[in-house]
């Protein structure tokens, strides 16, 4: 019994996914571009939007909000900081430049170079950059 049962579910299935021999697959209507161009998203997203309601304290609220949003001003700043760390992280692909100068100066006495006292670097002066 059991296994009748599986071969009549089975068939059923299959059964099921078959379409007829006269379907014809629909042609949708899409647009032929998904995203609006930079120009045009940036002029939506700077659209002040609001001001069509003609209320001077909504108007007031929303130029507010905007001044004084904490959040949005630490999303700015969190991008500045992915950027620098960017920034920072992709350095090691470009050349590097370094380099050191060193100045010393030692003065003789007439009868020759100065002795060192026990030990002590006979340079007087050390100008490092």
């Known amino acids: 019994m059991p296994k009748i ?3 009549a579910l089975a ?3 299959l059964a099921s996914c078959t379409v007829g021999p006269d379907y014809v697959k629909p042609t949708p209507d899409t647009p032929s571009v998904w995203r609006l161009e930079y120009e045009a998203a940036a002029g939506l997203a700077d659209l002040a939007w609001w001001e069509g309601f003609g209320d001077p304290v909504l108007n007031t609220l929303i130029q507010e909000a905007l001044k004084e949003n904490k959040d949005l001003k ?3 700043a969190r991008v500045d900081q992915y950027l620098g760390a960017l920034d920072t992280t992709r350095s090691q692909f470009f ?3 370094s380099g050191t100068a060193t100045v010393s100066r030692q003065k003789d006495t007439e009868t020759g170079p100065v002795p060192n006292p026990a030990g002590v670097s006979s340079i007087y002066n050390t100008h490092q950059a």
């Open 5 to 7: 049962l599986f071969f």
């Open 11 to 13: 068939g059923l299935f």
């Open 74 to 76: 630490i999303a700015a």
């Open 95 to 97: 050349p590097q430049i």
